[in-house]
């Protein structure tokens, strides 16, 4: 078993980085290297801006490419919640940039010819009690009267043709969900962006910045740079200084295996339609299949960060949950089995905007494979001078009252959910 990402194993390593010493002048210094920075050199060197990305480790080494690869639209949250948090109108329109990002994962795979696997093949919901999929139809009939028609219930009957399992009590289906080899599609969006004219930096983590004439200096152990716009799209990073984030930003693990590949007729009894799968559980576990016909699965298995010792126990539950739905699987092997950091915000919404002349996007909260993507992009025009196209410019982001960067009150949540999920 490795205790690595499968994405990152998987796919061929960045080598198009910049060499040469880092010096000169830019037009913007964009910090991190996963698919918000990738995508954001790639869509600024379009424009013709000189962009140097600075990433502290190597391309897609974080978050990027530590998730499930799933393109899910939809909220994390429930629509018939965020309605009536933000109301109807603005609620859609949040919708509907999810919708967009993964519209913007399938226009880049295609324009930049990157092959990472990208299918839609739909995401399914699944509801863990009898309630949960109360809460589901009603949130489905919202959706269909007000935004997406073509979500649709699959009553309990009916889940052994989707999933193979009658485990769970229903579920709501969002058929403009996807599936791809996240791997391949951040280094492919790097490599891209290089070929379009932007230069990138591995191995660069930026240690200091400040004001001067013409913009802000960066620095790295590499060297130093003038840009005159940065962006921020470095999530839960812990180096350099990004204090006023970190207090806004809870870094939670995110721990997922992968078995060895699965034989056709596991394939067509456990998933026959491929599905991206997740759950209404507090503690939530996904699955999916990979490319190579691998079962996926990965959740909350404890609120926890990610080391070593950490990922090696949460795979262990994780490896057991999988054999409750499949007990199918309980003698297969597990082939991989690593650990990630989600940059996890208060209500679980991005964040993106300009502090004090420095851009940012990030706090995608486990749902940032399409999004970042998205906001990348975004953000290019947003330092081109159209801030009305952020979708989240409206929305404050206060600090964590007693959060200074540590998450210490994990163990207090993942105890709290987990009575939640046991008693309702």
Known sequence: MKFTSYWLDTSQPFNEGASRPLEGRYDVAVVGGGLTGSSAALALAKKGARVALLEAETIGNAASGRNGGMCNNGFAQNYEVMAGKYGQGAANALYK?????????????????????????????????PEHYDMLARSQELLATNVDPGTRMIVRADLRNEVGTERYHGGLLFPKSASMHVGRFVRGLATAAVRRGAEVYEHAPVMAMRKVAGGHEVETPRGKIVARHVLLASGISKVGPLGWIRRRIVPVGAFLVVTEPLSPAQLQQLMPTRRNVVDTRNLVVYWRLTPDNRMLFGGRARFAVSNPQSDEKSGRILKATMVEVYPELADTRIDYCWGGMVDMTRDRLPRAGERDGIFYSMGYSGHGTHMSTLMGSIMADVMDGRPDLNPWKDFDWPAIPGYFGRPWFLPILGAYYRMKDLVG
């Open 97 to 129: 940039a999810f919708d967009a990002g993964v519209d913007m994962v399938e226009r880049l795979v295609q324009e930049e010819k990157i092959d990472c696997s990208f299918s839609r093949v739909g995401k399914l919901k699944l509801a863990a009690k």
